[in-house]
Nanobody, 124 residues
Framework: QVQLVESGGGWVQAGDSLRLSCVLS????????MGWFRQAPGKEREFVAA????????VYAVSVKGRFTISRDDAKNTVVLQMNSLKPEDTAVYYC?????????????????WGQGTQVAVSS
């Protein structure tokens, strides 16, 4: 059974950076496109970024493009979300997701597996 475990969340101030990691176990990581989503209190879950199979084409939400970078390391079964210039509106629980397919997509229903989430809080 595929499992995803996120780490790296925390409490930061506006303008700071955070690096989220997600490790996949129980499957062949290189066979999965990977994505990050987030859900803020009282809001629906929204797409953040996704990466296809290596070498990894990427897609980003407009709200994070230019500030966030998604990358993958197939040797470590890990996908990383580097978040720079954080804003209070980035506060949310961030979820890692895996899709057994090559292409990175933004639609959450296309993903097969989800992590438990990691909290990111940005103060102004």
């Amino acid at each position: 059974q595929v499992q995803l475990v996120e780490s790296g969340g925390g409490w930061v101030q506006a303008g700071d950076s955070l690096r989220l990691s997600c490790v996949l176990s129980g499957g062949i990581f290189s066979n999965y496109a990977m994505g990050w989503f987030r859900q803020a209190p009282g809001k629906e879950r929204e797409f953040v970024a996704a990466i296809s199979w290596s070498p990894g084409s990427t897609v980003y939400a407009v709200s994070v493009k230019g500030r966030f970078t998604i990358s993958r390391d197939d040797a470590k079964n890990t996908v990383v979300l580097q978040m720079n210039s954080l804003k209070p509106e980035d506060t949310a629980v961030y979820y890692c997701a895996a899709q057994y397919d090559e292409v990175a997509v933004w639609r959450d229903y296309e993903y097969d597996y989800w992590g438990q989430g990691t909290q990111v809080a940005v103060s102004s």
